[in-house]
């Protein structure tokens, strides 16, 4: 590989993202794991937090090898969520992926870190997610990195057995 770096995302990318995207949802759907579907995320989706500027990328030289949405929204399933603190200014991770072919070679790590760092730099008091609770990879990911589980949420959209998600949040 090149020279990796993160940046935010334009809309010259979005054919690539969206390309990332489908090859993640693809390799996910292989192991079983149904947390993604043509409702969420797609390419609308991906346009709208591009234009946002919302969508970062992971890219090395013309090949995008990961992406997220850093924004502040969160959904109303986690009004209910036992928060360490109701209060304060979340960065909330959304649409994380690094593609399949790349995936435990530490980028990942790196593009959290980022977003981590993006979170201290900007004055949030912590980063919030919450991810398929049938994904193991990605719950152990989060829990080697100090994310907390908080709580679960329930989405009555996913296919049957897939609808639980657990929540995550890292204070700082």
Known sequence: ????????AAVGDLTSIDQLF??????????????WDVEYPNKEYFEHTINEKEMFMLHSESETLGAMVLNEWQISEWDDVNWSNKDGKYLILHSFCTHPSVQGKGFGGTML??????AKE????GIRLDAYSGNKGSLGFYEKR???KTGEVFFSSKPAGHGTYFCYEKLF
Not at 22 to 35: A, F, H, P, R, V
């Open 1 to 8: 590989m090149g020279e990796e770096q993160i940046s935010l």
């Open 22 to 35: 489908q090859d993640c949802k693809e390799e996910l759907q292989q192991k079983g794991i149904y947390q």
């Open 113 to 118: 870190q980022f977003a981590e760092n993006m």
């Open 122 to 125: 900007q004055g949030y008091d």
């Open 146 to 148: 100090g994310y907390n």
